[in-house]
C-alpha cells in the first residue's frame, strides 16, 4: 500500500489522546493545530468526552470514517490491541510510538511480530515501534512527540530528514535549523517492523518541492528500496546524504541493542551509497555541513578550487588545504592575470589563492572587481571567499552582494568563510553558503564537486550474457582445475595450465609448459595449499615436477591430482574476488594482491553491475594507484585489462544468481599495457543450494 497516507493524511486519530499538551498523547494534537493541520482529528480517550477542544472518542471503531492515519500512544499489550483494532477499522498506516518491543528481547520481539502480522493481513503500513512519529510541516500533519518543535519554529522548507532514531532526527533537525536550512519532513521509524527509512524516501524524492534529502541508518533492511528512492533521486538532481552507523564491531553492537538493526561489512555499505550516488557522512553534523551548498543550486563540473582573500594567511592555507583534499589548485591564465592586475593594487599577486590585501579596507570594490575577472576564467569549479577580519570600515554588504552575483550569474558553487557571525549573516541573507572555518567550508566545497560528479554518472547497466553452467552435483569448493575452467568461460583470463594425474602427465605438461612451471595440489579438500606446503614455484625441469608429483600425490584424496601451471612473472600482483552478500547481492573486490591482501587491505568493493570505467575509479583509488602507472621509464601497467576480468566476473556472479558464493583470483599478474593481466590462482565456492543446480 502506497505510504502517501503516512506523509500527507486526510485524517488522523491518536489513540491514548491526552488532554495535557505535554505528554506523548497530547503532543501530536497540539502541533497539528499549531502548525494548520487541515484534516480531521480523531482523539481517541475512553475516559473523556474531549480533548484540547476536539471531540473525543472511546474507540477507534467509533470514528465517523476509517482514519488514513492512526497515531498509538498507549503502552505494551495496549498498543497491540490498538494496532489490531486500528487493523479492523481500515486505517492505512499506524504510527507506533510506544517503545518495549524489539529491541528488548525475545518477549519483545514476540509481541512487534503479533503487532506487524496483523498490519500485514489488513494491508495496513506500520511504522515503528519505537518511534518519534511522523512530521510534514507543508500539510502539517505531524504525528510526532519530539519537543523540539516547541523549542524551535517548524518552517516548511526543501530539506527532508528520515531517521530511524527518534533522537537523531531531532538532532539533525536542530543542526540544519541552526545553519539556515527550512525542513519539510522529519520523519522517525524506529523498530522498522515494516516501514523502513529506505521507504519514506522512495516517497519523499517524488516531492517537487524537496530539494535535499538527508538520512540516519543502522540497517538497510530493503536495499533495492533505497536504491530505487536514490535513482529517483537522480534523475532529477536530488542529493541524497546519509549517515549508516554501526561501522565498527562496537558500533554493530550497540545498534543491535537500540533498534535490534543487523549490520552488514561497512565497506559494502560504501560501495552501495557510491554505485547509487549517496554521499555517506560520519556523523549529523557533517550531515548538514554542505546543506547551503546544495540548496545554492551550483553543481560543480570539476574540482578546480579558488580562494580569495584579504589575508595572506588565509590564502596560504587555503593552498594547504586545498593539497590535502586533493582539491585542484590551477593558475590563472596569463589574460586573467593581466586583467587582476588591473584591478589590484601594484604590489598584490595575481595568483591563486589570490590576496586582494588589506587595500579592501579603503577600496570596498576589490573583491567584486576580482570575481568579475574570474567568472570569464573557466578555470573554476570552486570558490571560497575568506574574510578573517571586517569590522568598522568594511563594506561588509557590498562583498556579500558582489558574491551573490557571482553565484547567481556564474553558476559556480561559492562559500564565505568568516568567524564574525555577523559577517556571515550578511552573505547568508543573500542566499550565499557561509561557514564559520575556512577548513569547514572547503571540505563542505570538495563534498559538493564529489557528489556533484556521482550524480552525473549513471549507472552500469547489465547486459544479458549467460554466465558458465555449474558443475552438476558439487557443493562447497572446487579445485582449482575446476575454478580456472568456470572462470575462463566466464571471460576472465587465466594462466595456461594441465590437470595431471599420474607422474607421466606431469613431465608431459612441464615439456609443454615449461622451461618454468608452477606445481600445486588440486583438490577441493584442500583450498588454502600454500599453508600446507603443495605449492612449488619455478621448476625448471620435468624430474623436478615428477619430484614434486610424487611429494603431493599421497597427501590427497584418491582420483585428486596436481596442477602444472605456465610460470608468469607480471609486473605487479592484484587481487580479484567476489562474494554473495545476503543483503546486498554479488559484491567485487579489486585490490592490491598476493600475500599481504589481509593484512594491508589495500581494496575497493563493487556491487556488480559495474562498469569498466567504474573499476579503473575504485584501482584509482588505492593506496597503491601510483604504482599501476609508467615509473622510471618503465611503460603503465594494463589496468584496462583487469578492469575487463572484474566486469566479467560481475556479469558472472549475477548470472549465477546466488548459486556461487564466493570467487578467490589471487593473484592475478598485471602486465605492461597491452599484454594483459592473467589469473594464475583461483578458489570457487558453490553455495549451499548448489548441490542440486537443475
Not at 512527540?145 to 538532532?171: L, Y
Not at 589590484?344 to 586582494?356: G, I, K, M, Q
Not at 558458465?468 to 595456461?496: C, H, I, N, R, Y
Not at 589496468?639 to 560481475?650: I, P, S
Request: hydrophobic share 50%; aromatic share 6%.
Amino acid at each position: 500500500m502506497t505510504l502517501r497516507a503516512a506523509l500527507a493524511p486526510g485524517s488522523i486519530a491518536v489513540v491514548g489522546a491526552s488532554d495535557n499538551p505535554h505528554k506523548v498523547g497530547g503532543r501530536p494534537i497540539l502541533y497539528m493545530k499549531r502548525y494548520g493541520y487541515r484534516g480531521a482529528i480523531y482523539p481517541i480517550n475512553p475516559g473523556r468526552a474531549e480533548v484540547q477542544g476536539l471531540k473525543a472518542y472511546k474507540a477507534i471503531g467509533d470514528t465517523p470514517q476509517a482514519p488514513d492515519l492512526a497515531v498509538i500512544a498507549v503502552a505494551g499489550d495496549e498498543a497491540v490491541r490498538a494496532v489490531e483494532e486500528c487493523a479492523a477499522r481500515g486505517v492505512q498506516v499506524a504510527v507506533v510510538m510506544t517503545s518495549g518491543f524489539g529491541e528488548l528481547g525475545a518477549e519483545g520481539k514476540a509481541a512487534q511480530a503479533r503487532m506487524a502480522a496483523a498490519a500485514k493481513a489488513a494491508g495496513m503500513r506500520l511504522v515503528g515501534p519505537n518511534c518519534q512519529g511522523l512530521a510534514n510541516f507543508a500539510t502539517g500533519a505531524v504525528a510526532n512527540f519530539s519537543t523540539v518543535f516547541h523549542e524551535i519554529e517548524a518552517r516548511d522548507g526543501p530539506v527532508a530528514i528520515v531517521s530511524q532514531s527518534g533522537a537523531c532526527s531531532q538532532a539533525i533537525y536542530i543542526l540544519a535549523r541552526q545553519r539556515g536550512l527550512d525542513v519539510r519532513h522529519v520523519h522517525a521509524t524506529g523498530n522498522e517492523a515494516d516501514v523502513t527509512v529506505a521507504d519514506l524516501a522512495a516517497e519523499i524524492v517524488q516531492e517537487e518541492g524537496v530539494r535535499l534529502v538527508l538520512l540516519y541508518m543502522e540497517a538497510i533492511q530493503r536495499p533495492a528500496v533505497l536504491a530505487q528512492a536514490a535513482e529517483a533521486a537522480r534523475a532529477r538532481d536530488l542529493p541524497i546524504v546519509a549517515v549508516k552507523a554501526g561501522r565498527t564491531a562496537s558500533g554493530v553492537k550497540a545498534a543491535s541493542s537500540h533498534t535490534g538493526a543487523l549490520a552488514s561489512e561497512d565497506r559494502v555499505i560504501d560501495a552501495f551509497f557510491a554505485k547509487h550516488a549517496i554521499w555517506r557522512a560520519a556523523d549529523p553534523q557533517e550531515l548538514v555541513a554542505a546543506g547551503q551548498l546544495y540548496l545554492a543550486g551550483g553543481r560543480p563540473k570539476g574540482r578546480r578550487f579558488v580562494a580569495v582573500s584579504n589575508s595572506g594567511a588565509s590564502c596560504v592555507m587555503a593552498a594547504d588545504a586545498a593539497e590535502e583534499m586533493e582539491l585542484e589548485l590551477p593558475q590563472f591564465g596569463e589574460a586573467t592575470q593581466a586583467k587582476l592586475k588591473q584591478v589590484l593594487p601594484a604590489y598584490a599577486t595575481a595568483s591563486n589563492p589570490l590576496d586582494v590585501t588589506g587595500a579592501l579596507l579603503g577600496d570596498s570594490g576589490l573583491i567584486g572587481a576580482s570575481l568579475e575577472v574570474l567568472g570569464a576564467d573557466d578555470a573554476c569549479d570552486l570558490l571560497m571567499l575568506a574574510i578573517p577580519i571586517a569590522g568598522a570600515g568594511y563594506d561588509v554588504p557590498r562583498f556579500a552582494r558582489d558574491a551573490a552575483a557571482f553565484q547567481a550569474q556564474r553558476g559556480k558553487a561559492v562559500a564565505l568563510a568568516a568567524p564574525q557571525a555577523e559577517v556571515r549573516a550578511e552573505f547568508e541573507k543573500l542566499g550565499v553558503p557561509a561557514f564559520a572555518r575556512e577548513r569547514d567550508a572547503m571540505l563542505a566545497l570538495r563534498q559538493l564537486a564529489a557528489h556533484s560528479a556521482l550524480l552525473r554518472q549513471r549507472p552500469a547497466v547489465s547486459g544479458a550474457k549467460a554466465s558458465p553452467a555449474l558443475p552438476a552435483g558439487k557443493t562447497g569448493f572446487l579445485d582449482e582445475f575446476e575454478s580456472l575452467a568456470l572462470l575462463a568461460q566466464a571471460g576472465v583470463a587465466v594462466v595456461e595450465h594441465r590437470l595431471c594425474r599420474s607422474e607421466a602427465e606431469a613431465r608431459a605438461a612441464y615439456a609443454a609448459l615449461g622451461p618454468k612451471v608452477v606445481v600445486k595440489a588440486c583438490s577441493a579438500s584442500v583450498p588454502h595449499k600454500t599453508e600446507q606446503g603443495l605449492v612449488r614455484v619455478g621448476l625448471t625441469s620435468a624430474d623436478a615436477v615428477a619430484q614434486a608429483f610424487r611429494d603431493f600425490k599421497p597427501r590427497l584424496p584418491a582420483g585428486d591430482g596436481v596442477l602444472v601451471a605456465r610460470h608468469a612473472s607480471g609486473r605487479r600482483e592484484l587481487a580479484l574476488g567476489a562474494r554473495l552478500d545476503p543483503l546486498f547481492g554479488p559484491v567485487v573486490m579489486v585490490g592490491d594482491g598476493g600475500i599481504y591482501l589481509e593484512a594491508l587491505k589495500d581494496f575497493r568493493l563493487l556491487l556488480a553491475p559495474f562498469s569498466r570505467d567504474d573499476v579503473l575509479a575504485a584501482l584509482a583509488g588505492l593506496r597503491m594507484a601510483p604504482l599501476l602507472g609508467a615509473l622510471r621509464g618503465q611503460p603503465p601497467l594494463d589496468v584496462g585489462a583487469f578492469a575487463d576480468m572484474a566486469v566479467h566476473l560481475g556479469a558472472a556472479m549475477r548470472g549465477w544468481q546466488g548459486r556461487v558464493a564466493s570467487v578467490d583470483v589471487n593473484p592475478v599478474m598485471l602486465f605492461e599495457q597491452g599484454r594483459g593481466a592473467l589469473a594464475v590462482d583461483a578458489l570457487v565456492e558453490l553455495a549451499p543450494a548448489c548441490a542440486n543446480p537443475g
